[in-house]
């Protein structure tokens, strides 16, 4: 980055320019000066340096000198150090580059008071260089989206912080968190972050040790996002586009080249054009996160175009992003695409699928855990099972031959004054409803093949004492969850649940909350929390490597719906076409404060990606 003319003094600027001609002795000569009490050459040196206009050749004549004194640039000459550090050495030749690379291992070598200003400095580049924009009084500056030299720039940062970290080798340890203190604003445009995330978790590559911190920041950053951005938003954000559009509008903006708020055209619209802009702005942001984070997965995974779904750099990913799911993701409640990240690594192999569903497991059946994490567990597996095309039948069977019986324990555990009570049985009602939900998305697959082995084990499971115990499951889940369970398993006469169903609709036991404010409020639609984490993923660039992988909602065939005694409403099955199965302002949720939404939305969105982010890590 340039050292702005601002940064000069007020008489450096009323002198006349040095462009092309030296002033000053040599460096030495200068440093000598300076001990003795002379000031002038020093001053004047490191604003040669600042010269916005230097040339190639004084770049390199001025680094040559300064390694041939680095044992003398102690902290006592930082200021003339930094003026150094801030020359303009990328997108400058490669004898330049080549200088400077030199000027960087030699000074970490003899100075090392000075690697964390080096590592400021190359982390610095990891977003386009800033523009200036002033309209009014306002400052609206952001990235510089044109710079053609980015891709070279960024291969050049990395290999400045390897070639540091060969001549100190803990650069690793200082570097992490000048990358975290360095993330730019998430209200920034979706190229700075998108750049800067990119080049994140392309330092995981030559740094390992890093790679659990940085997909944590990654992971936090991008939670902020999700959670400021909630399904019904965007929902509703590209509903009113869609609606616009039809209206007659598209005429209209024809009229005038529409350009978002970082000066950048919008994605064309019309007919036989795809519009992958999001309109919600936040939205935005995060779908061109989420296809960074997807693409470093799958490069991670991958070699010559193959699944290395045993080697130990797909096993290590898979822990880290576990690690982070248990500290980020599980706590966080209504987040809607982050935890798609673990979704898409564990589509490589089965073997991954399974080993993230006996950790769910694991943490539902625990005592230890809170019971707010071990009912998001619940939630985790009976989405997942529900969702995932690339989960065999064999898989789903053995996860609902380890929860159903866990179910019937719980009941004979139970004394015989138990009843419906959420802050008691919570897990237990977690666990009900990921069994009902899992079974309603996944009837066909057990009874296709063989009907009878099929029907046989679904009867094996038991469901109608789980159903009519008095514990009444029916009551805490989902309306739309509960009534279509209850429509499957009366067709196929495994369950008679209607007359549960409607006694609770008759008897109407109001189930309250503490609120977060200290008051009551009922919570009869929803009094689990419930939300279904792999509900319809809405994010348009980074769906397309969702998309196959995805389970989606399957309309009853006629032979299942006839003969109900309460038909489902349309209302209900919307509930699973569009994943709406929590409605965020009429619970209490558990998104950590952190998360809690402080975000102004902002009105631009990013430029399109260019080639160099599609490059392998």
Known sequence: AWVSAMELDHDFLNTPPMKTVRFGGSVTDTLMKFRQG?????????????????KDAQIINWLQELRSCLSQLTKDHEQLVHAALRLPWLGRSAAVV???????????????????????????????????????????????????????????CHQALQMIARYVP??????????????????????????YVHNLLRVTVYFPVLRREILELVVSKMLKLDVSAPRREIEDAEEN???????????????????????????????????????????ERLDVLMAVLLAYIKDMCHSNGKCQGCCGRTKELYRDLVCVFDKLLLPTHACCHVQYAL????SFRVGLAEAFLEHLWKLLQ??????????????????????????????????????????????????????????????????????FYTLVFRHRAILEGNMRKGLAY??????????????????????????????????????????????????????????????????????????????????????KVIEPIYQVWEEPS???????????????????????????DDVVGMTPGSYESHLRSPSSVGSPPVTFLQRPF
């Not at 002379?38 to 230097?54: F, N, R, V, W």
């Not at 200082?174 to 190229?191: A, D, G």
């Not at 196929?492 to 008759?506: A, D, G």
Request: charged share 20%.
């Open 458 to 543: 679904l009867q094996s499971l038991n469901l109608e004492r789980i159903v009519m115990s008095q514990l009444n499951p029916l009551k805490v889940c989902l309306p739309s969850v509960a009534n279509m369970f209850a429509s499957i398993t009366r067709n196929y006469q495994l369950v008679f649940c209607y007359t549960v169903i409607e006694r609770n609709n008759r008897l109407q036991l109001p189930m309250v909350r503490s609120s977060q404010g200290g008051s009551c409020q009922p919570t009869d639609m929803n009094p689990l929390d419930s939300f279904f984490p792999f509900d319809p993923y809405l994010l348009r660039r980074s769906g």
């Open 38 to 54: 002379d000031t002038s050459d020093y001053e004047l040196l490191k604003h040669q340096l600042a010269d916005p206009d230097i």
């Open 170 to 195: 803990s650069t690793a340890r200082f570097l992490m968190p000048i990358l975290c203190e360095n993330f730019p604003f998430v209200t920034k445009s979706s190229r700075t972050l998108e750049c």
């Open 98 to 156: 080549e200088e400077y690379m030199a000027f960087l291992g030699n000074l970490v070598s003899a100075q090392t008071v000075y690697l964390r200003s080096c590592l400021k400095m190359i982390v610095s580049n990891f977003t386009p260089g800033r523009i200036v924009i002033q309209e009014g009084n306002v400052n609206i500056s952001d990235s510089d989206d044109n710079d053609e030299h980015l891709p070279r720039n960024f291969d050049l």
């Open 366 to 435: 625990s005592p230890s855990q809170p019971a707010i994490l071990r009912q998001a567990a619940a939630g985790y597996i009976g989405s997942f099972l529900a969702r995932a095309k690339f989960v065999p039948v064999m898989t789903v069977k053995a996860c609902l031959d380890l929860l159903v019986p866990w179910l019937h324990r719980y009941i004979d555990s139970q004394d015989s004054g138990s009843f419906c009570d959420v802050t008691l049985h919570g897990p237990f009602y977690a666990a009900c409803q990921a069994v």
């Open 558 to 584: 006629d032979h299942e719906v006839k003969g109900h005694q309460k038909p489902v409403s349309t209302e209900e099955e919307d509930d699973f076409l569009h994943g709406e199965t929590l409605q965020a």
């Open 241 to 283: 586009a869609a609606q616009q559009q039809q209206s007659g509008g598209a005429q209209d903006e024809c009229l005038f080249d529409m350009e978002d708020d970082d000066g950048i055209p919008r994605s064309p619209s019309g007919p036989g054009v795809e519009i992958s802009v999001m309109e919600h702005p936040v939205a």
């Open 343 to 346: 979704f898409y690594l564990c």
